[in-house]
């Protein structure tokens, strides 16, 4: 299985999508946008901005877990790791969000819209 981008709509039929690793691992979470053709657009700027090293914020949560945020060109989140148990394991995320984002397939699992 290669790396891939699950396009789904959320309970409040919203739309969403997670970049999964090719062993499945959810390794970054977009946000909620209301349209489609909105989290389609985020993924593109995830591709964009994946490769790009100023991009990525990292910070470390209230329980002291590090975790990273991708970020567009005009300061937005467009993209937060999971919570990670160590600082390395953190920068592997971030190594892997940057080499598979641009050749992540899409998997539409939203129905037709």
């Given at each position: 299985?290669?790396?891939?981008?699950?396009?789904?709509?959320?309970?409040d039929g919203q739309c969403m999508f997670n970049l999964c690793s090719s062993n499945g691992q959810v390794i970054l979470t977009s946000e909620r946008y209301a349209q489609k053709s909105g989290a389609l657009?985020?993924?593109?700027?995830?591709?964009?901005?994946s490769v790009?090293?100023?991009r990525y914020d990292r910070g470390t949560s209230d329980s002291g877990k590090p975790y990273f945020r991708l970020k567009a060109a005009n300061g937005q989140v467009i993209g937060v790791s999971q919570m990670y148990a160590g600082?390395?394991?953190?920068e592997a995320g971030i190594?892997?969000?940057?080499r598979t984002?641009?050749?992540a397939t899409v998997d539409d699992q939203t129905g037709a819209q």
């Open positions: 299985m290669s790396a891939k981008f699950v396009l789904k709509k959320t309970a657009n985020g993924i593109e700027s995830v591709r964009k901005n790009i090293e100023a600082a390395d394991t953190c190594e892997s969000v940057k984002a641009a050749i």
